[in-house]
């Protein structure tokens, strides 16, 4: 019969230890999924949008990586504004390749969520290199209004810009619906405003911005951009209203 020594009790009680250290670990981290997942369908929800279960690992992995967020490559060009503070600014956006997604549903902001959990698969592991690609900022809305210019169109279209990493060599998308398009350059007149995007305040910034540009031929009158800084969870998040310079 084999004697077990003290050394042998030591030994299988580090074992224990370390067993019962990865088991808290995992859940800790099942605890922290379920807390992020329900957070984000209690925002789903605000949008009339249900949260599928498969988007736990996508919102973790963003959740992990939120402070670290490229900017899309821009020149500013000119301040306008009283007393120091600027009213509104004009910037200059290269051409570059984005990830986009198009959609119509009955809101606005049923299309945005549903394209941005569209893109956030993606940008987390749903592409060709199976990697994190990493989270660039703004998220663009193209928007257009309709003749009367009293509603926004249906479409939608929702833009991811692709990292400087793999700007020459996009990853292509598991999913049919994304497609990587290369965006002509953008010269825009951008307007700061904070809080949750809806139809209604976006068409209250549009005409807000109109009133403090006065009449102009400069700039579209059809189609808008809404540029988003953070992600849906945070209520009172940065967006900006962006209207388009005509080509000279």
């Not at 997942?37 to 925002?43: N, S």
């Not at 690992?57 to 503070?85: D, F, N, T, W, Y």
């Not at 020459?168 to 949750?196: K, S």
Request: aromatic share 8%.
């Amino acid at each position: 019969m084999a004697r077990i020594t003290l050394e042998d009790l030591d030994r299988l009680g580090d074992e224990e230890e370390e067993e019962g250290g990865e088991d808290e670990e995992e859940d800790e981290e099942e605890e922290e999924r379920g807390r992020l997942f329900a957070h984000w369908e209690a925002v789903a929800s605000t949008h009339r949008v249900s949260l599928p279960r498969d988007m736990a690992g996508p919102i973790v992995q963003m959740s992990r990586h939120s402070q670290a967020r490229e900017a899309v490559p821009h020149v500013a060009l000119s301040q306008h504004g009283k007393c120091e503070e600027a009213a509104y600014e004009e910037r200059h956006y290269p051409a570059g390749k984005w990830a986009c997604v198009t959609k119509g549903e009955s809101l606005y902001e049923q299309s945005i969520s549903l394209s941005f959990m569209k893109l956030m698969r993606y940008i987390c592991k749903e592409n060709s290199v199976g990697c994190y690609l990493g989270m660039t900022v703004p998220v663009l809305n193209e928007i257009h209004l309709t003749k009367e210019g009293t509603e926004l169109e249906r479409e939608v279209l929702t833009a991811y810009y692709i990292p400087g990493e793999f700007q020459q060599n996009p990853p292509a998308p598991m999913d049919p619906e994304i497609h990587i398009t290369e965006r002509a350059p953008l010269r825009v007149m951008t307007r700061v405003f904070y809080g949750t995007t809806t139809e209604e305040t976006i068409l209250r910034e549009i005409a807000l911005f109109w009133d403090l540009l006065g009449p102009t031929d400069a700039v579209l009158r059809e189609t808008y951009i809404v540029a988003v800084y953070e992600n849906p969870s945070i209520p009172q998040r940065r967006n900006e209203i962006w209207f388009i310079r005509r080509a000279e």
